[in-house]
């Protein structure tokens, strides 16, 4: 089964508002990272946040870490019609694999101008 | 930078032959290359892990004798899809670790090669 879980699945919002997705993971983590994929392409790194973090930040990125509740959230504030894309999160740690990424299923992001 | 290339970005092929991709570490030596498969609108799933100069693992479900993988070189490893199937039709994509497995998020990832198989 999915380590990750992302939620929604799909979000429309309009340009200049906050988006926020949501991440749930099953088994202990090293550390859980977020990606954006634009369609077609490879993955974009976009942030890292560690087990014994609870949150950080990268720019209009902010990344929170729940490790009681298994689950992270990204938001991107004031959206820009270039942050159309699918965001996915990855951990890794899990069942002594801690050198394998297991992703999650995605959100799919759509920034109306 | 530690940037990943692919080649090819796309091929087309026809069902019962074999195709061949490969992923380049560019400006760093990777002594582990991951490859990854995503059908479209879904997420990826790991295929295998190769290790430079050993036998590549591979994930459960996937058939080892399909997708051929040679890490033969610290900035190369290929993926051989044989008798490929339209079913193979799908976005593969590579990622190199700069370090032997204990680091995960040292994985720089390629742009990703489309299969269409007819």
């Known amino acids: 089964s999915q380590q990750g879980e992302e939620d929604p699945q799909a979000l429309s919002i309009q340009e200049g508002e906050n988006a926020t997705m949501n991440c749930s993971y099953k088994t202990s983590i090293n550390n859980l990272q977020w990606y954006r994929q634009n369609s077609g392409r490879g993955l974009v790194h976009l942030i890292l946040i560690r087990s014994n973090e609870r949150e950080k930040h990268s720019g209009r990125l902010r990344v929170t870490l729940d490790t009681s509740k298994k689950s992270s959230s990204l938001l991107i504030t004031a959206s820009r019609a270039a942050d159309t894309a699918s965001y996915f999160c990855?951990?890794?740690?899990?069942?002594?694999?801690?050198?394998?990424?297991?992703f999650g299923k995605g959100t799919l992001l759509t920034v109306n101008p | 930078g530690a940037v990943v290339s692919q080649h090819p970005s796309r091929v087309i092929c026809k069902s019962g032959t074999s195709v061949k991709i490969e992923c380049r570490s560019l400006d760093f030596q990777a002594t582990t290359m991951f490859w990854y498969r995503q059908f479209p609108k879904q997420s990826l799933m790991l295929m295998a892990t190769s290790n430079e100069g050993s036998k590549a693992t591979y994930e459960q479900g996937v058939e080892k004798d399909k997708f051929l993988i040679n890490h033969a070189s610290l900035t190369l490893s290929t993926l051989t899809v044989t008798s490929a199937h339209p079913e193979d039709s799908s976005f593969y994509i590579c990622?190199?670790?700069?370090?032997?497995?204990?680091?995960?998020?040292?994985?720089?990832f390629g742009p990703g090669t489309r299969l269409t198989v007819t």
């Open positions: 990855a951990t890794d740690g899990s069942g002594g694999s801690n050198y394998k990424l297991t």
């Open positions: 990622s190199a670790s700069k370090l032997p497995g204990t680091s995960a998020y040292e994985q720089y």
